[in-house]
């Protein structure tokens, strides 16, 4: 048994104003049977979908949920929370027999189970309401069926050294009563058996009758409890005395006398202790003879955990085939680590699924992407924006020229997504849809790539300016799709467009010639600049003065690298007073740029 389905209509920011219409709900999500990863930026709607299953679901924790008037969609007056399980066993529909429904007919028939909580408002007034369950409207669950709903829920900034130390009611204790070692053997464990004997020992020790291992009746807690007894027969009477009790033999107490450490381990951290608390909460949710739903919530999977061990942890999880998880978090090395199809991206008052069902990847794409996407490509799950570029030099440049012009990527949540090849298909199609019916990825996508035509190219019989036009359809009609837009280089590579500019060619000059003396203390001994601006531009229009550096210093074969030559480059536009503003915007070779800058940026 799992979620299969959840559907929200006016919760929190999953909404619209208006009446609401049950065929159009505000969020449609689908769920995967086993690890599901939420992730956006903040404020997308991550905790408000692990929210709703809460209300619904509540928990094995037993924690207080209560309806407030920040779940309600602005000024809307009702919210509708539904969710469908499918793929009940035979022992979980018995569960849910007069609340089931089916799918398909005779042998063939499936059951599902629908719930539904709908909470009214009016004014500052919330009026109570409870889940029903059901195909059509539905009735109210017994007590003993949402028993077996119950989730298991790990709030973000968790407190796991209070969960797991010995207290009252303490989470260890529930997950421990829980279990088959304890569950229906309240009188028989061996640990009353432990216990019994201890409180025997205890309290004969406070009335004088424990002899020790050496065969001798310590006299100290004889003596305490005659200091008592005189006290209480003086405020009661000759008759009274005390009774030291130990501690009860009920198998409850003594589960909650019990605290969970991590062997040799005597200072644990916070990390270290949130990492004993999922594997708790593992074992309650594999317990055996069991026939309720295992699902388990967690908010910030990455609370407390370094790196490296949250890698760890999404990849044991991973591994767990008995479990629904529904996980969020922020962290693009989870993000980075986790298969694509368990990925559901959170933006613009929706949620997407990335598996098969739903994007225009091929299956390829998938192992792909799941080799390729490292940590910083993974950033692309979390930007407002993203540009796509194809090389490092791109990926320096960008950010810089984008500020020149007044925009700063970072504080637009823009992110540079350098893919190192010109693989761009594969990660454009994750943010395009399958299904034209339902709604978009609304992130601004911008793919720039170089046009690829040698500039020897464009002089021929047939006609440079239609073999660009060409070109550029070519890649603009291969890569567009939904909010992906394809920005094509004016002329042969990114580099080139520079050298040919008249407001960049210069500063390309410096930074060619600055790479390459760079280069030579490293041991390179390639061609390298060594005359003056002037003298290399005399006498050259710019078409020209761009190809002699692209074809002297930076072209194929040639060995002063790109990326440091950017490296140059963009400190020279940052710092530069001679390349300005209005130079940069209106500057036909690096059009393209601007146009990709201002698109993702929103502008």
């Given at each position: 048994m799992h979620i299969s389905?959840?559907?929200?209509w006016n919760f929190r920011r999953f909404g619209s104003l208006g009446p609401i219409d049950l065929l159009k709900p505000n969020l449609d999500l689908n769920l995967n049977q086993g690890l599901n990863v939420i992730i956006g930026e903040n404020d997308s709607g991550k905790t408000a979908i692990i929210d709703a299953l809460k209300l619904v679901l509540k928990t094995h924790s037993y924690e207080y949920f209560k309806v407030e008037d920040r779940d309600f969609y602005k000024e809307t007056d009702q919210f509708i929370i539904e969710i469908t399980l499918s793929g009940l066993e035979p022992n979980e529909a018995k569960n849910f027999t007069e609340w089931l429904g089916w799918i398909g007919s005779g042998e063939a028939a499936l059951p599902f189970l629908k719930l539904q909580y709908a909470v009214k408002r009016q004014g500052k007034r919330?009026?109570?309401?409870?889940?029903?369950a059901g195909v059509d409207d539905g009735y109210q669950l017994t007590a003993e069926a949402k028993e077996y709903l119950k989730t298991t829920y790990l709030r973000p900034l968790r407190d796991a050294e209070t969960e797991l130390i010995a207290k009252r009611n303490s989470r260890l204790s529930q997950i421990l009563l829980g279990d088959s070692a304890f569950r229906g053997k309240e009188d028989s464990n061996d640990?009353?058996?432990?216990f019994s004997d201890l409180k025997e020992k205890l309290e004969n020790y406070f009335k004088g009758e424990y002899t020790n291992p050496m065969g001798i009746v310590p006299p100290e807690g004889k003596i305490i409890k005659d200091k008592i007894d005189g006290y209480i027969k003086s405020f009661y009477g000759p008759e009274y005395e005390s009774s030291f009790e130990?501690?009860?033999?009920?198998i409850k107490s003594i589960l909650e006398k019990l605290t969970l450490s991590l062997a040799n381990e005597p200072y644990p951290g916070l990390g270290t202790l949130n990492r004993l608390f999922m594997a708790a909460e593992l074992l309650h949710l594999n317990k055996d003879n069991w026939s309720g739903i295992r699902l388990g919530l967690i908010e910030e999977l990455e609370a407390h955990l370094h790196p490296q061990a949250q890698m760890q942890v999404i990849e044991a999880l991973q591994n767990q085939d008995k479990i629904q998880l529904i996980l969020t978090t922020h962290s693009p090395n989870l993000a980075s680590k986790v298969k694509l199809g368990n990925i559901i991206i959170c933006c613009n008052s929706y949620a997407f699924p990335l598996s098969s069902n739903y994007t225009k990847l091929e299956k390829f794409d998938y192992s792909f992407l799941e080799r390729f996407l490292d940590t910083t490509k993974a950033n692309l799950f979390f930007a407002k924006g993203l540009i796509l570029v194809e090389g490092w030099a791109e990926e320096i440049l960008i950010p810089i020229i984008a500020k020149k012009i007044g925009i700063n990527l970072t504080e637009k949540g823009v992110s540079v997504i350098n893919v190192s090849n010109t693989a761009f298909l594969r990660y454009s199609r994750i943010f395009q849809r399958k299904d034209a019916i339902n709604p978009k990825i609304e992130i601004p996508i911008s793919i720039i790539t170089d046009l690829d035509v040698k500039p020897e190219k464009e002089d021929e019989l047939h006609g440079g300016i239609e073999l660009k036009t060409i070109k550029?359809?070519?890649?603009?009609?291969?890569?567009?799709?939904?909010s992906v837009k394809t920005y094509v280089s004016e002329h042969w590579t990114l580099e080139y467009c520079i050298g040919v500019s008249s407001s960049l060619s210069k500063g390309l000059f410096i930074a060619t010639k600055l790479a390459g003396v760079e280069m030579n203390k490293s041991g390179y001994t390639g061609k390298r600049i060594d005359v003056s601006w002037l003298d290399f531009s005399r006498g050259k229009t710019q078409m020209e003065i761009g190809r002699a550096i692209y074809d002297e210093f930076i072209g194929d074969g040639k060995k002063i690298s790109k990326s440091i030559i950017a490296q140059y480059l963009a400190q020279i536009i940052s710092n530069g007073q001679s390349i300005k503003?209005?130079?940069?915007?209106?500057?036909?070779?690096?059009?393209?740029?601007?146009?990709a800058i201002n698109y993702a940026s929103g502008n």
């Open positions: 389905n959840l559907k929200l919330i009026f109570p309401s409870d889940v029903k640990l009353l058996n432990i130990s501690v009860s033999t009920d550029k359809s070519e890649k603009e009609t291969k890569y567009d799709g939904d503003r209005e130079d940069i915007e209106v500057e036909p070779a690096i059009k393209y740029l601007i146009d």
